[in-house]
């Protein structure tokens, strides 16, 4: 039999049209082999994945409730976090673990457990027209007790001479406190310190008062304005600067001396700000800051304006940002000690280092604000 032309592309659209139906498809999604068991109040891992392990850097994978109202756990997609819609009971307490996505990791990290969190989770992911899911049960058990009798005296004596030992703890770390941090928060800041990134400041975000460093890493305020061309980025009344570098994910941190400054503002604040006009530099607004205004009050900026007290003046502060957690916190750095943090926000875009040296104050506050390396011991 001859085919003519006809016949061929008959034949061809025939295939075209069969090619989606028969290609094989890219991955599955798997879940655990047996239900995830979880103790209140601890962290948790509801693990997922994608088998082969190809990136999922670029998919939607969508944490749901199988079973629920309002279902919506954990959203992410184009690369952002889109929690908008999340069930507010999982709010700040959520997170995939960004490093692992590009080996097709998209394991949940669940806070904080609650006894509610009990119940079966889904675990979708989208790519184009293809939609896979897996079940993820987790149990939550509360703290147990014993039943016998036996055994609830021996809990007693245990809870007892516990409870002696945190005391007697608590009463020698208190001491120690005031010489030199908490030994925990040192901890807490040595590992931020781990992740330091080289902060340059962005002279185009710049007040046109202020005189960036051709470094970028010096920053302080001038007695006149600088004629400089207009940019949605700069600043127009704030006298304030942003770092050149944004954070969508992960964990950073920087530190600046304010050496003897009697008046300087330090933080982050998200990218779409408000550089125009006289807002609120609040978290409300994308500005997570603290500052320090007449040499001694110092307020971590949020609805309370609460001010800080702090043992000593810190001549270089930390700044520190947990971006899946929603945490900004600040340290004292020479004394190792932690000052203020913000938790439980739900951050969507990307984070910048904000630095304010404020107005010079008649020369009493004219010295820069400086980045300063962050030197690891050991
Ligand atoms: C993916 O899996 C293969 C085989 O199991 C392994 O050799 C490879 O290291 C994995 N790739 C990543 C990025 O984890
Ligand atoms: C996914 O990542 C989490 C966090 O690093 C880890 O605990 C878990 O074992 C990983 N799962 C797989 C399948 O690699």
């Given at each position: 039999m001859k085919a003519d032309g006809s016949e061929c592309l008959c034949l061809i659209l025939l295939l075209l049209h069969q090619t989606p139906v028969s290609r094989p498809e890219r991955f599955q999604v798997l879940g655990p082999a047996a239900p995830v068991v979880a103790v209140a109040g601890e962290d948790v891992v509801l693990p997922c994945y994608l088998k082969p392990n190809i990136s999922a850097e670029d998919m939607s994978v969508e944490w749901t409730r199988t079973h629920a109202t309002d279902t919506l756990v954990h959203l992410y997609q184009e690369r952002e976090i889109r929690n908008d819609n999340q069930n507010p009971s999982y709010r700040g307490r959520t997170a995939l673990f960004p490093e692992e996505l590009k080996r097709g990791n998209i394991s949940l990290r669940l806070s904080s457990v609650r006894v509610s969190d009990e119940g079966e989770y889904t675990c979708l992911v989208q790519e184009t027209d293809l939609y896979k899911d897996a079940s993820i049960p987790l149990q939550v058990r509360a703290e147990l007790f014993p039943r016998t009798h036996a055994g609830f005296v021996v809990v007693c004596v245990l809870f007892a001479v516990a409870a002696i030992v945190i005391a007697v703890l608590s009463f020698f770390q208190s001491k120690l406190k005031q010489k030199r941090g908490h030994p925990s928060e040192a901890l807490e800041w040595e590992t931020a310190r781990r992740f330091a990134v080289d902060?340059?400041?962005?002279?185009?975000?710049?007040?046109?008062?202020?005189?960036?460093?051709?470094?970028g890493k010096q920053v302080k305020c001038g007695n006149t304005r600088q004629k400089l061309p207009d940019n949605p980025k700069r600043f127009d009344l704030a006298l304030s600067v942003l770092g050149k570098e944004g954070f969508s994910s992960g964990r950073f941190y920087y530190e600046v001396g304010v050496r003897e400054k009697t008046a300087w503002t330090l933080g982050v604040t998200k990218e779409k700000i408000d550089t125009k006009n006289n807002i609120t530099r609040n978290p409300e607004n994308g500005f997570w800051i603290m500052r320090l205004r007449n040499g001694t009050e110092y307020t971590a900026v949020d609805e309370t304006d609460a001010p800080l007290s702090l043992g000593e003046k810190p001549r270089i502060v930390g700044v520190y940002v947990d971006y899946e957690m929603g945490q900004v916190s600040f340290y004292n750095v020479e004394a190792g000690s932690h000052i203020h943090s913000f938790t439980g926000y739900t951050f969507t875009e990307k984070l910048y280092p904000y630095?304010?040296?404020?107005s010079n104050e008649n020369d009493r506050n004219v010295a820069p604000l400086i980045i300063s390396p962050v030197r690891l011991t050991d």
């Open positions: 902060v340059t400041l962005d002279p185009d975000s710049a007040h046109l008062q202020l005189i960036v460093s051709e470094d630095l304010s040296p404020s």
